[in-house]
């Protein structure tokens, strides 16, 4: 929302959004590019999500660069990063291009925290 001055609904929970957004960020007059919000990849997804998942599935097979997102302030964020690179791992697209971006790093008090997230995610 912040990047693309948009309104999609958010909210600090698993799945409540089960929709793809793409959204267009102008980077100077000339240039521009698509960004892509999907739902979260976790392991075991309950069976009345794929659906939703699916479409998640066809925009990543389709980008040119993955933006893999980690709540850095979760104590399992080391555990979710794993678990998006299994399941693009799994899917034969584990070679695409990424960078790991850490969000929410401004709720973190602990620097011993925070170093071993900077370790974890150089």
């Given at each position: 929302?912040?990047l693309?001055?948009?309104?999609?609904?958010v909210?600090?929970?698993l799945?409540?959004?089960?929709?793809?957004?793409?959204r267009?960020?102008?980077?100077d007059?000339?240039h521009?590019?698509?960004?892509?919000?999907?739902?979260?990849?976790?392991?075991k997804?309950?069976?009345?999500l794929?659906?939703?998942f699916?479409?998640?599935?066809a925009e990543?097979?389709?980008?040119?660069?993955?933006?893999?997102v980690?709540?850095a302030?979760?104590?399992?964020?080391?555990?979710?990063?794993?678990?998006?690179?299994?399941?693009?791992?799994?899917?034969?697209?584990?070679?695409?291009?990424?960078?790991?971006?850490?969000?929410?790093?401004?709720a973190?008090?602990?620097?011993?925290?925070l170093?071993r997230?900077?370790?974890?995610?150089?």
């Amino acid at each position: 929302n912040a990047l693309t001055d948009a309104d999609v609904f958010v909210e600090d929970r698993l799945f409540a959004t089960l929709d793809t957004t793409t959204r267009k960020l102008q980077l100077d007059e000339n240039h521009s590019i698509l960004l892509s919000d999907t739902v979260g990849f976790i392991r075991k997804l309950p069976h009345h999500l794929i659906a939703s998942f699916r479409s998640t599935l066809a925009e990543v097979a389709e980008a040119d660069l993955l933006l893999k997102v980690i709540d850095a302030s979760s104590h399992l964020a080391e555990e979710h990063f794993r678990a998006v690179n299994e399941v693009l791992q799994d899917l034969g697209l584990n070679e695409k291009p990424s960078v790991v971006v850490l969000n929410k790093l401004d709720a973190i008090d602990d620097g011993a925290a925070l170093i071993r997230l900077q370790r974890q995610f150089p």
